[in-house]
T-cell receptor
Framework: GAVVSQHPSWVICKSGTSVKIECRSL??????MFWYRQFPKQSLMLMAT?????????EQGVEKDKFLINHASLTLSTLTVTSAHPEDSSFYIC?????????????FGPGTRLTVL | QQQVKQSPQSLIVQKGGISIINCAYE??????FPWYQQFPGKGPALLIA?????SEKKEGRFTISFNKSAKQFSLHIMDSQPGDSATYFC?????????????FGRGTQLTVWP
């Protein structure tokens, strides 16, 4: 149980275009999802907290107009990178929060590799 | 300020050896301590987690040891295997208004030589 999927797993786009990444909790409902960015050999950098039915909360330094987050249902959150540039190239990972027997646990998706040419 | 401090940054262990990764925290309100395992190009996967009401939790070859007074917890991998080669992250919950938010350590890259 507690499976999170992401789509696409990788994407290559031209500079200036927008890219949408989907994050789905497959077997549970998640009122809260998180979006991370990860650079090679570095830790997870939290970009924003996505709450179903309300506006996302962005971390300091993250441009909310560039990284649009929508959490339209209890199983789906989307991250849209608008007007992407090469510096946006990175590994984007989502997670979904589930309060289960283990504790307040985040279950991660497999990640999306974005390359902007 | 880093909420969770993890060491070492990298670790090389021979097959069959014991791998030990340490984490320290400051916020005594933290009440849940998960460890994640991440392979290259993949998302992190929950490996094992502990609550502070116990001092140790074991699942197969993986053990978390927790020292509440020292505000430290560690991951021990017994009989380390090449397949354990990955990056390991410790984490602790926000403890604030953002339910489910975790603070992550910087990660430990483990390499197990055959």
């Amino acid at each position: 149980g507690a499976v999170v999927s992401q789509h696409p797993s990788w994407v290559i786009c031209k500079s200036g275009t927008s890219v949408k990444i989907e994050c789905r909790s497959l077997d549970f409902q998640a009122t809260t999802m998180f979006w991370y960015r990860q650079f090679p050999k570095q830790s997870l950098m939290l970009m924003a907290t996505s709450n179903e039915g309300s506006k996302a909360t962005y971390e300091q330094g993250v441009e909310k107009d560039k990284f649009l987050i929508n959490h339209a249902s209890l199983t789906l959150s989307t991250l849209t990178v608008t007007s992407a540039h090469p510096e946006d190239s990175s590994f984007y990972i989502c997670s979904a929060f589930l309060a289960d027997s283990l504790g307040d646990t985040q279950y991660f998706g497999p990640g999306t590799r974005l390359t902007v040419l | 300020q880093q909420q969770v401090k993890q060491s070492p940054q990298s670790l090389i262990v021979q097959k069959g050896g014991i791998s030990i990764i340490n984490c320290a925290y400051e916020n005594t309100a933290f009440d849940y301590f998960p460890w994640y395992q991440q392979f290259p190009g993949k998302g992190p996967a929950l490996l094992i987690a502990i609550r502070p009401d116990v001092s140790e939790k074991k699942e197969g070859r993986f053990t978390i040891s927790f020292n509440k007074s020292a505000k430290q917890f560690s991951l021990h991998i017994m009989d380390s295997q090449p397949g354990d080669s990955a990056t390991y992250f410790c984490a602790a919950p926000d403890g604030g208004s953002t339910l489910g938010r975790l603070y992550f350590g910087r990660g430990t890259q483990l390499t197990v030589w055959p």
